[in-house]
């Protein structure tokens, strides 16, 4: 009787505690499979399920990979993954995670699952992404259909073969920070925040967390290549390109400069979100400056970074001391009266330069915006001793105004115009303007002599750059060996001159356009791309470890 009362009582215990744990389960066995859901958007396939196997686990991390792309691995490249796993975990354990969980909170701990590891799952992705966190595997099934229920991150597999295993641990911080967000903000506050600045604290990670300490193949030096190629960004309508991601993190590097760390974590833990929880923490840390002064400012430091002018002007970061953007230039006449009308379209807080030199003469500029538009026209006027000052104009001044600059071209000899909106009805603003310098010169009177004349020097400057670019093509220095990895973004690099010569001379049928500039842009990226599908390697268009080495031996015999 004794023993069938203690057994029932056991089976009590025993139903309770089981009723607790929830109704699913997945493999914790290294070598188990597990399906899991997935982003439709992002997977290379469109899927929306997968299987994915247990590859290597720790007490903080749980690391799955599509089951059909491990198995089309060759054993060197499963033990390379491995090899690359484990780096990545120690470093990210040991040195981001604590970091990150100190300065802005941690993800949910435990989860659902009762695990209090991180499952971070790499699949095959579209070929612009490196990788995503998906808010709803925070919720419970009974939320969301398409929860995983775990803590979750997924990752780009390429990544584990192209990328430097010193840069691993920074695309895993940077989606996890995410899942840091979505607990932080979503869960404890309720609140979904604007993706420009969600994005804006994840990449700027690359430089929180040191991995921006050696610029050469850095994010940062990433961002700044992809900036200088388009300028093109909105904060407002982030659309994941390469441009906004270089945005946003050349903002938030310019934000932790002037204004703290504080200003980032402030504005995740705010009950507002996007501008207004910025304009939230600088006020919390006593500042009086709002984020329309901020971005302004900001844009001036892109196109100047120039201290001399305010310690708001410029980048302290060793690395960009050299960095400013390249702005629209515009070349007035130096002769008679010359004049230039257009107009730019602009985004909800973008980024436009415009740069007017030339002429000789009192110059007068025009502008006009839409009445419902709410903008900002920061200009700088720069002077023949390179002395630069600031103004702005704004809605308080009126949908139109007019600009005048003295002597322009002699004492004056550069004017930027800089502007951006923070608010219109249309998303777009058509902003136009309309400049005129100088005035009729003595014996200009035959303007078509005058016109023919400057067409001849124009012809002269062109040839004159087409046979200096010939020569920069036919000079390609003696290619040996390749050392380093490329991508997308490389300027000016003898290495990408000797891979654009090789593949003009090796492999001329994908590389039709045989430039041989230096620069790793579109044309190189997918001559990479067809050449890596030609030997069987993955098709990303950066030229890694299994590229580098495949050349070496092809090229070079070694």
């Given at each position: 009787?004794?023993?069938?009362?203690?057994?029932?009582?056991?089976?009590?215990?025993?139903?309770?505690?089981?009723?607790?744990?929830?109704?699913?389960?997945?493999?914790?066995?290294?070598?188990?499979?597990?399906?899991?859901?997935?982003?439709?958007?992002?997977?290379?396939?469109?899927?929306?399920?997968?299987?994915?196997?247990?590859?290597?686990?720790?007490?903080?991390?749980?690391?799955?990979?599509?089951?059909?792309?491990?198995?089309?691995?060759?054993?060197?490249?499963?033990?390379?993954?491995?090899?690359?796993?484990?780096?990545?975990?120690?470093?990210?354990?040991?040195?981001?995670?604590?970091?990150?969980?100190?300065?802005?909170?941690?993800?949910?701990?435990?989860?659902?699952?009762?695990?209090?590891?991180?499952?971070?799952?790499?699949?095959?992705?579209?070929?612009?992404?490196?990788?995503?966190a998906r808010f709803e595997d925070t919720l419970r099934a009974s939320a969301s259909n398409f929860s995983n229920q775990h803590e979750m991150v997924y990752l780009n597999p390429q990544i584990l073969?192209?990328?430097?295993?010193?840069?691993?641990?920074?695309?895993?911080?940077?989606?996890?920070?995410?899942?840091?967000?979505?607990?932080?903000?979503?869960?404890?506050?309720?609140?979904?925040?604007?993706?420009?600045?969600?994005?804006?604290?994840?990449?700027?990670?690359?430089?929180?967390?040191?991995?921006?300490?050696?610029?050469?193949?850095?994010?940062?030096?990433?961002?700044?290549?992809?900036?200088?190629?388009?300028?093109?960004?909105?904060?407002?309508?982030?659309?994941?390109?390469?441009?906004?991601?270089?945005?946003?993190?050349?903002?938030?590097?310019?934000?932790?400069?002037?204004?703290?760390?504080?200003?980032?974590?402030?504005?995740?833990?705010?009950?507002?979100?996007?501008?207004?929880?910025?304009?939230?923490?600088?006020?919390?840390?006593?500042?009086?400056?709002?984020?329309?002064?901020?971005?302004?400012?900001?844009?001036?430091?892109?196109?100047?970074?120039?201290?001399?002018?305010?310690?708001?002007?410029?980048?302290?970061?060793?690395?960009?001391?050299?960095?400013?953007?390249?702005?629209?230039?515009?070349?007035?006449?130096?002769?008679?009266?010359?004049?230039?009308?257009?107009?730019?379209?602009?985004?909800?807080?973008?980024?436009?330069?415009?740069?007017?030199?030339?002429?000789?003469?009192?110059?007068?500029?025009?502008?006009?915006?839409?009445?419902?538009?709410?903008?900002?026209?920061?200009?700088?006027?720069?002077?023949?001793?390179?002395?630069?000052?600031?103004?702005?104009?704004?809605?308080?001044?009126?949908?139109?105004?007019?600009?005048?600059?003295?002597?322009?071209?002699?004492?004056?000899?550069?004017?930027?115009?800089?502007?951006?909106?923070?608010?219109?009805?249309?998303?777009?603003?058509?902003?136009?303007?309309?400049?005129?310098?100088?005035?009729?010169?003595?014996?200009?009177?035959?303007?078509?002599?005058?016109?023919?004349?400057?067409?001849?020097?124009?012809?002269?400057?062109?040839?004159?750059?087409?046979?200096?670019?010939?020569?920069?093509?036919?000079?390609?220095?003696?290619?040996?060996?390749?050392?380093?990895?490329?991508?997308?973004?490389?300027?000016?690099?003898?290495?990408?001159?000797?891979?654009?010569?090789?593949?003009?001379?090796?492999?001329?049928?994908?590389?039709?356009?045989?430039?041989?500039?230096?620069?790793?842009?579109?044309?190189?990226?997918?001559?990479?791309?067809?050449?890596?599908?030609?030997?069987?390697?993955?098709?990303?268009?950066?030229?890694?470890?299994?590229?580098?080495?495949?050349?070496?031996?092809?090229?070079?015999?070694?």
């Open positions: 009787m004794s023993f069938r009362k203690n057994f029932l009582k056991i089976f009590v215990i025993f139903c309770v505690i089981a009723t607790s744990i929830p109704l699913f389960s997945f493999a914790q066995t290294i070598g188990q499979q597990t399906v899991f859901f997935v982003g439709q958007d992002y997977d290379y396939y469109s899927r929306t399920q997968i299987s994915a196997v247990l590859i290597y686990q720790t007490s903080k991390l749980n690391f799955y990979i599509d089951t059909s792309w491990w198995n089309s691995l060759s054993s060197p490249l499963q033990t390379q993954v491995n090899a690359q796993l484990f780096y990545l975990a120690s470093y990210f354990e040991n040195y981001d995670y604590p970091k990150l969980v100190a300065t802005f909170g941690s993800e949910a701990l435990p989860g659902h699952d009762g695990d209090s590891r991180i499952y971070v799952l790499f699949h095959p992705m579209q070929s612009k992404y490196l990788g995503y073969l192209n990328q430097p295993a010193q840069q691993l641990a920074y695309y895993l911080s940077h989606e996890v920070l995410h899942l840091i967000s979505f607990n932080q903000k979503g869960i404890f506050i309720n609140a979904d925040d604007e993706r420009w600045l969600a994005e804006a604290r994840s990449d700027y990670l690359s430089s929180f967390l040191g991995y921006d300490n050696v610029y050469a193949g850095s994010i940062l030096e990433q961002r700044v290549n992809a900036i200088r190629q388009n300028s093109n960004f909105s904060l407002l309508n982030f659309t994941g390109s390469s441009s906004d991601y270089a945005a946003v993190h050349l903002l938030a590097e310019y934000l932790v400069e002037k204004y703290g760390m504080n200003i980032l974590v402030d504005s995740l833990h705010s009950k507002l979100t996007g501008i207004a929880s910025i304009n939230e923490a600088l006020a919390k840390n006593g500042y009086s400056e709002d984020f329309n002064t901020v971005f302004k400012n900001w844009l001036i430091a892109m196109a100047f970074n120039d201290c001399q002018m305010g310690d708001l002007y410029c980048f302290t970061h060793p690395s960009l001391k050299n960095f400013k953007i390249y702005p629209y230039t515009n070349y007035l006449p130096d002769y008679g009266v010359a004049s230039m009308t257009a107009s730019n379209y602009l985004n909800l807080y973008g980024g436009t330069w415009i740069k007017l030199t030339g002429g000789k003469g009192d110059l007068t500029l025009t502008y006009e915006f839409p009445r419902d538009a709410q903008f900002y026209l920061p200009i700088v006027i720069v002077d023949q001793n390179n002395k630069k000052t600031i103004a702005t104009y704004s809605v308080a001044d009126g949908y139109r105004g007019t600009i005048k600059v003295p002597d322009f071209g002699r004492s004056n000899i550069v004017l930027y115009l800089m502007p951006f909106v923070v608010n219109n009805s249309t998303g777009a603003t058509l902003f136009k303007w309309e400049v005129t310098v100088g005035s009729p010169s003595p014996g200009s009177s035959n303007l078509a002599d005058v016109l023919a004349e400057r067409i001849n020097q124009l012809k002269a400057q062109v040839a004159s750059l087409m046979a200096q670019l010939q020569a920069l093509q036919q000079a390609g220095a003696a290619c040996s060996r390749f050392q380093n990895d490329l991508y997308y973004g490389l300027m000016n690099n003898n290495e990408v001159r000797c891979l654009q010569k090789m593949l003009l001379e090796k492999e001329p049928g994908i590389y039709p356009s045989g430039l041989i500039t230096g620069n790793y842009l579109n044309l190189t990226q997918e001559a990479v791309r067809q050449y890596q599908q030609k030997y069987g390697l993955p098709a990303t268009g950066y030229f890694g470890p299994l590229t580098r080495a495949l050349a070496n031996r092809q090229w070079f015999g070694y």
